[in-house]
């Protein structure tokens, strides 16, 4: 069994930096298998914060991975598979959202996304947890997996936040208002 170091809802855990302190409430992942690259769309970035220490350590993670660039920010090792990988910010009035791009030589380089490929169904597949709250459009769901053609672009959602539970919510800031200070 892989084990996923890679978590789509948490930018850190592309680099190499503490990986959840800055997370989406909704992630859109898109594979394009003809072109053989990989989308993924962070929206509403947030953190949990309780102190002002917590607070300014996502301070200090965000700049390393707004300025990734400039800072010689690194991505990590399991992403070496990958030949060219892009990361680009969009901010509005109300959130901050993560676009990372991928590029891919192989479809077993999926893997450590967990994203596996079947060779003789000619199909990809993903874990299907309840708790991550996965739509797909174009997957069909079999057993404890969603399935998705080989031969056509597919996508899949995840909002892995949408149940909080109470006491975690008042812990929950979005990561514009975690900036302004």
Do not use: C
Request: hydrophobic letters at 40%; glycine letters at 4%; charged letters at 25%.
């Amino acid at each position: 069994m892989v084990v996923i170091r890679i978590l789509f809802v948490m930018l850190g855990s592309f680099f190499n930096v503490q990986a959840g302190l800055i997370v989406a409430d909704k992630t859109t992942v898109i594979i394009n298998p003809s072109q053989q690259t990989v989308e993924i769309i962070q929206e509403n970035l947030f953190g949990f914060v309780q102190t002002k220490e917590e607070k300014i350590l996502i301070q200090e993670r965000w700049d390393k991975l707004y300025y990734w660039k400039e800072k010689g920010t690194t991505w990590v090792e399991l992403l070496d598979n990958f030949p060219n990988k892009d990361l680009y910010f969009q901010e509005s009035d109300h959130s901050i959202q993560a676009t990372i791009k991928l590029k891919y030589k192989d479809e077993k380089d999926l893997e450590v996304l967990g994203i596996w490929y079947n060779d003789e169904l000619k199909k990809f597949s993903i874990n299907n947890k309840t708790d991550d709250n996965i739509v797909a459009p174009k997957g069909t769901i079999k057993d404890q997996y969603i399935y998705f053609e080989a031969d056509s672009t597919f996508s899949f959602s995840l909002t892995p936040f949408i149940n909080l539970p109470k006491d975690y919510q008042k812990h929950k800031i979005p990561l514009e208002e975690i900036l302004e200070n």
